[in-house]
Structures are given as C-alpha cells and as structure tokens.
C-alpha cells in the first residue's frame, strides 16, 4: 500500500543524474516510492524504466513543468511527500550562452515555484511531520567561479558564477537557502563536481569525446585544453544525496567533490588510450583531438574540498577517475541504440553549440 510507504519527489528524474538517483532507490529502498516530476526535455531519457515490472508500483512518472506554479502546488499536496530531491535545471554551460533566457525561466522561477509549493505544503503538516520533512537542493561548484592553481570550493567560498547557467544556478542557491532562513522550510543544499558515466547525454565533454573517438570524428578541445575539472562518478554522487537527505543538517551545504581533477585535455588523452585498446583503429585517437576556438567566458579550473561531509556523513567517492571513465566508455559501446535514440530525437548532431560572443 502507496500510504505506508516513504513517499519522494525527484525533479528532473528522467534526467541523467535524477535517473541514477532514482534507480538507486528503486533498487536499495524498498520501503520508498518515487514521484518523477519531469517536463521531459531534449536530454530527458526513461528507456531504463519502461520494461520494468518490478518498479510498476514504487516508480510514478508526471510530466510537468515546474513553471506552472498551479499545478505543481496541487501536485505536491495531492503526493503528500516525505522528501523532495529537486535536480531539475537546464545544465549546459554552451546552451545557456546560445539561449540564457531558458535557464533564467527553469533554473530560477522553476525553483521558486516548488520552494512555493514546498512551503504552502509544509506549513499545514503536523509538527512531527514538519520536523522530518526535507527539501534538498542540487546545484553545481560552477556557482563559485573560477579557482587559479590553488585552491578548493569549499562551504564558505563566495558565489561568483561566470556563464548565464551558474549565475542561475546560483540564484536559485540563495532562494533555497533564503526560503529556509526566512520561512524556516528544512532546506538543504548540495554542490557538486563535474559528473560524468552512463546515460549522460552526448553533447558534454566526456560522452561527445568517447562518441567522437569511436566514429573516428574529430575531437574538439576547447582552447589549449587546460581548464581543469574535478570529475565525479555519478554513482558516487547519488550515494551522498540520500545521506544528505538522510542524515544532513538543516539549513547547510555540502561541497561534493570526486578528488577526480584533471585538464580536459589528460580527460581526452585518457578516452583515446582507453579507445585504442578497446576499439583500436588503424591509426591513435589521440590523432583526432583539435583545438577548437575556446568557450567565451570558460572558466579556468574547479576544485572542491570534500571535508564536510566525509567529517560529518563519512562519505567518501569509491570510484577512481580511472575506473569511472572505463565503466563509461564500455557503456557508450555497448549501448548504440541509445546513442541513436538520444541523437534522434534531440536533433543534436554532435555539432558545436555555445560558440556567441
């Protein structure tokens, strides 16, 4: 029975990250039933749920876009939730330089609308359920800027967002965190690393790199490819969202790093070893990496110190950069048909996107 059962709302769940959280707990939390609010846009992808009976009475899926505020407060009145994890957003840097507007509109009224919705909920439940009740926030450590050699993220680095998608994303931080310090909603929020592995749409730099080396295609690296990033398994991402949504404090962020950096040029250099001995071709991939114009505005490295909550949740990464970008590389062989589905109905041809000044 749906009503003794442990009861979540997941926005964004058809997307690549929301998908890896949701079936993690369909696979771990038996007792939990999944909500998947989604407005199913051109990455969002539920080929992994469709044939599956053991899911059909623990895993809802609603189509709904989180800027009809209407609906979206009656819906989460009507689910009556123990916990909301929202991950929707529109999160490409490059698509937010060609059409920030979207970002605006999703990112931030998206936001405010189901912080609205949360709070209008929230505040008719009894004190008992209030206190258990959780909203936790997604984000990303591009709020923060751009770090120089040294240096990490942490929860106290000042936001300093440089693209139109941080800048959204940050604004949407500071209403999640300004909803819990003025109404009191139990908000929590989480910044994340750059999160790369299986079903992560084409057009972001490790899957577009694999797909390249794998159709003998150009691969194209921004600028002279020493931006650097700290990578994260998405696996080990998801494991730190359910002990902040288990175990977090209140009113806090969490940093979460994958101890992963790299410059996207060793990112690529790394694919196109892992491709000649798994694929090989009559010539190196690493033939195929070209400079490319760089992106405007492109920050210069990111790094997050993860001590808050491997000192507080004792959560650590277990996947190695290593072993991630092997685990992802044999998933993109193994799995053409989605590759194609995806492609195809997106429209997305692997081109260059995000390129206006």
Same mark, same amino acid.
């Given at each position: 029975?749906?009503?003794?059962?442990?009861?979540?709302?997941?926005?964004?769940?058809?997307?690549?990250?929301?998908?890896?959280?949701?079936?993690?707990?369909?696979?771990?939390?038996?007792?939990?039933?999944?909500?998947?609010?989604?407005?199913?846009?051109?990455?969002?992808?539920?080929?992994?749920?469709?044939?599956?009976?053991?899911?059909?009475?623990?895993?809802?899926?609603?189509?709904?876009?989180?800027?009809? #505020?209407?609906?979206?407060?009656?819906?989460?009145?009507?689910?009556?939730?123990?916990?909301?994890?929202?991950?929707?957003?529109?999160? +490409?840097?490059?698509?937010?330089?060609?059409?920030?507007?979207?970002?605006?509109?999703?990112?931030?009224?998206?936001?405010?609308?189901?912080?609205?919705?949360? !709070?209008?909920?929230?505040? #008719?439940?009894?004190?008992?359920?209030?206190?258990?009740?959780?909203?936790? %926030?997604?984000?990303?450590?591009?709020?923060?800027?751009?770090?120089?050699?040294?240096?990490?993220?942490?929860?106290?680095?000042?936001?300093?967002?440089?693209?139109?998608?941080?800048?959204?994303?940050?604004?949407?931080? +500071?209403?999640?965190?300004?909803?819990? %310090?003025?109404?009191?909603?139990?908000?929590?929020?989480?910044?994340?690393?750059?999160?790369?592995?299986?079903?992560?749409?084409?057009?972001?730099?490790?899957?577009?790199?694999?797909?390249?080396?794998?159709?003998?295609?150009?691969?194209?690296?921004?600028?002279?490819?020493?931006?650097? !990033?700290?990578?994260?398994?998405?696996?080990? +991402?998801?494991?730190?969202?359910?002990?902040?949504?288990?175990?977090?404090?209140?009113?806090?962020?969490?940093?979460?790093?994958?101890?992963?950096?790299?410059?996207?040029?060793?990112?690529?250099?790394?694919?196109?070893?892992?491709?000649?001995?798994?694929?090989?071709?009559?010539?190196? %991939?690493?033939?195929?990496?070209?400079?490319?114009?760089? !992106?405007?505005? %492109?920050?210069?490295?990111?790094?997050?110190?993860?001590?808050?909550? #491997?000192?507080?949740?004792?959560?650590?990464?277990?996947?190695?950069?290593?072993?991630?970008?092997?685990?992802?590389?044999?998933?993109?062989?193994?799995?053409?048909?989605?590759? +194609?589905?995806?492609?195809?109905?997106?429209?997305?041809?692997?081109? !260059?996107?995000?390129?206006?000044?």
């Amino acid at each position: 029975m749906i009503k003794n059962k442990y009861k979540i709302i997941v926005t964004g769940g058809a997307g690549f990250i929301g998908g890896t959280l949701i079936r993690k707990i369909l696979q771990e939390k038996k007792d939990w039933v999944v909500y998947n609010l989604d407005q199913m846009g051109y990455a969002s992808d539920l080929s992994w749920i469709k044939n599956s009976e053991d899911y059909k009475f623990r895993h809802f899926f609603l189509k709904i876009d989180l800027r009809n #505020k209407e609906i979206l407060e009656n819906l989460v009145k009507e689910i009556n939730p123990n916990l909301i994890i929202h991950l929707a957003a529109e999160s +490409h840097v490059d698509r937010s330089i060609d059409n920030p507007l979207k970002f605006i509109e999703s990112n931030i009224i998206g936001t405010f609308n189901l912080l609205e919705a949360s !709070r209008a909920y929230w505040k #008719k439940l009894s004190d008992n359920k209030k206190q258990l009740f959780r909203f936790i %926030h997604i984000s990303t450590d591009e709020v923060f800027g751009s770090l120089g050699l040294d240096g990490k993220f942490d929860e106290n680095t000042k936001y300093s967002p440089r693209s139109p998608y941080s800048a959204s994303k940050a604004s949407s931080d +500071h209403l999640a965190q300004s909803w819990y %310090h003025t109404y009191g909603l139990p908000t929590i929020i989480s910044n994340c690393s750059n999160n790369f592995g299986p079903y992560q749409f084409p057009e972001k730099l490790i899957p577009l790199s694999i797909l390249k080396g794998i159709k003998g295609e150009k691969i194209p690296l921004y600028g002279n490819g020493l931006n650097v !990033r700290d990578w994260l398994y998405v696996e080990d +991402h998801v494991e730190a969202l359910l002990l902040i949504a288990e175990k977090g404090e209140v009113g806090k962020s969490y940093c979460i790093g994958g101890f992963g950096e790299r410059t996207n040029k060793e990112v690529q250099l790394q694919i196109c070893k892992i491709l000649d001995a798994v694929a090989p071709k009559e010539f190196p %991939h690493e033939s195929l990496i070209k400079n490319v114009t760089d !992106r405007p505005g %492109h920050d210069i490295r990111y790094a997050i110190n993860s001590n808050l909550i #491997k000192e507080k949740l004792g959560w650590t990464p277990k996947v190695t950069f290593e072993d991630g970008l092997k685990k992802t590389i044999y998933w993109y062989l193994n799995h053409s048909k989605w590759i +194609h589905s995806m492609m195809q109905k997106s429209g997305y041809a692997g081109n !260059r996107i995000g390129n206006k000044k």
